[in-house]
């Protein structure tokens, strides 16, 4: 069975720190893996990772994917407490003729002033 | 507007009621999903389509059932509202060609009493 698993399940920081939340999954194809913030409701999307080692960045956010020990990390540098949110991540499990979504449970991430 | 619309954006509704929630997009993709988020579970997948002639079911299809009236519009129905339904629905859409991520809509945030 395809699964998704996300650690920590929550974590809570102060501004100013750097922290990493990881994934690691188990499907039986693999096609990519992607990371969503949520904070109120909808999920905004982050990155979408399709080889190993290379590390996608946006501003303070980064992330890489290892696709021979089949996890990822998203990091956070230098936290702010707009940073607070549920960070998802998601594989997408190519089978053919189908694109699905598998989903982990999500990081709760709390940034303290 | 946000690209992707679900209404009703909160519902009470009782046991045994049907109930019908909506989803239409503006960003002409043919993938569309629908998915329930409830509290250490994630997100997971109830129904998805990759056309209005292609309905598929998701991991937890059962008491669920869909619509897709056309490539913008895709709806699920509660047929006989039960108590473990009560969770927050979000609609999805993604491209239909290649390694691509998904679009939320803001939730539908359904009790069952």
């Known amino acids: 069975e395809d699964k998704v698993v996300q650690s920590p399940l929550s974590l809570v920081v102060h501004e100013g720190d750097t922290v990493t939340l990881n994934c690691s999954y188990e499907?039986?194809?693999?096609?990519?893996l992607l990371w969503y913030k949520q904070e109120k409701k909808a999920p905004t999307f982050l990155f979408m990772l399709?080889?190993?080692?290379i590390e996608k960045k946006s501003g303070r956010l980064s992330s890489i994917l290892d696709k021979k020990e089949l996890f990822s990390i998203l990091n956070i540098t230098a936290t702010q407490t707009g940073d607070s949110a549920v960070y998802l991540c998601?594989?997408?499990?190519?089978?053919?003729?189908?694109?699905?979504?598998?989903f982990g449970t999500g990081t709760r991430l709390k940034v303290l002033a | 507007d946000a690209d992707v619309t679900q209404t009703p954006r909160n519902r009470i509704t009782k046991t045994g009621k049907r109930i019908m929630l909506e989803c239409s997009q503006t960003?002409?993709?043919?993938?569309m999903y629908w998915y329930r988020q409830d509290p250490g579970l994630g997100l997971r997948l109830i129904y998805y389509?990759?056309?209005?002639?292609?309905?598929n079911k998701g991991e937890i299809s059962d008491g669920y059932s869909v619509s897709r009236q056309a490539q913008a519009k895709f709806s699920l129905s509660l047929e006989s509202a039960i108590p473990n339904q009560t969770a927050l629905y979000f609609c999805?859409?993604?491209?239909?060609?290649?390694?691509?991520?998904?679009?939320f809509g803001q939730g539908t945030r359904l009790t069952v009493v």
């Open positions: 999805a859409t993604s491209l239909g060609q290649g390694n691509t991520e998904a679009f």
């Open positions: 499907v039986t194809n693999f096609r990519s």
């Open positions: 399709t080889s190993s080692g």
């Open positions: 998601a594989v997408d499990p190519a089978r053919s003729g189908t694109y699905k979504y598998i």
């Open positions: 960003k002409g993709h043919d993938r």
């Open positions: 389509s990759f056309d209005v002639k292609d309905i």
